[in-house]
T-cell receptor
Framework: NAGVTQTPKFQVLKTGQSMTLQCAQD?????MSWYRQDPGMGLRLIHY???????DQGEVPNGYNVSRSTTEDFPLRLLSAAPSQTSVYFC????????????FGPGTRLTVL | GQQVMQIPQYQHVQEGEDFTTYCNSSTTLSNIQWYKQRPGGHPVFLIQ?????EVKKQKRLTFQFGEAKKNSSLHITATQTTDVGTYFCFIRIQGAQKLVFGQGTRLTINP
């Protein structure tokens, strides 16, 4: 099992550009989520999904879109990148977060110039 | 508003000293999880506490859940350089579909 995979590992964007961060899991987890991590801010939930076709907003959803067409994949789209979106992004999956452990991907380090 | 407060934010110790981080919530928790993130790495699950007053041990790590299920602690006895990292609590607030990470405690160790 590969667990949770994320691509790319690093990305540099210019302000206004768009891109998609990829996330995939092979553990058949229904729940998947995206977090961003900034110094001193911990991990903040961007969007999450409780199953294919179902997504919802987390604490900091503005500027991001998600979709969940399959159980395995949960891409995160930045619509028009801003310097405030410079961060480390983690994808996670779980059977039931809070009741079961979350498995995290290795992260994507994004810089927006 | 702030759902969980984790303290301290930073802790620097000499190798061999003990370390403790605390998570405090203003509301009753269903359970609490602890994660560790090594520098440059991703969070990794350590343990889950469910019962009021529960105490669990993993080698030199001791985890406690308060009697009122509003606070928890992680204690490391005789720290080693492999303990370096940031420790996060993760909570699911009872009766609500709200999942929150604490701000984390970053542990550094002087060998």
């Amino acid at each position: 099992n590969a667990g949770v995979t994320q691509t790319p590992k690093f990305q540099v964007l210019k302000t206004g550009q768009s891109m998609t961060l990829q996330c995939a899991q092979d553990m058949n987890h229904e729940y998947m989520s995206w977090y961003r991590q900034d110094p001193g801010m911990g991990l903040r939930l961007i969007h999450y999904s409780v199953g294919a076709g179902i997504t919802d907003q987390g604490e900091v959803p503005n500027g991001y879109n998600v979709s969940r067409s399959t159980t395995e994949d949960f891409p995160l789209r930045l619509l028009s990148a801003a310097p405030s979106q410079t961060s480390v992004y983690f994808c996670a999956s779980s059977y039931s977060p809070g009741y079961n452990e979350q498995f995290f991907g290795p992260g994507t380090r994004l810089t927006v110039l | 508003g702030q759902q969980v407060m984790q303290i301290p934010q930073y802790q620097h110790v000499q190798e061999g000293e003990d370390f403790t981080t605390y998570c405090n919530s203003s509301t009753t928790l269903s359970n609490i999880q602890w994660y560790k993130q090594r520098p440059g790495g991703h969070p990794v699950f350590l343990i889950q506490l469910v019962k009021s007053g529960e105490v669990k041990k993993q080698k030199r790590l001791t985890f406690q859940f308060g009697e009122a299920k509003k606070n928890s602690s992680l204690h490391i006895t005789a720290t080693q350089t492999t303990d370096v990292g940031t420790y996060f609590c993760f909570i699911r607030i009872q009766g609500a579909q709200k999942l929150v990470f604490g701000q984390g405690t970053r542990l550094t160790i002087n060998p």
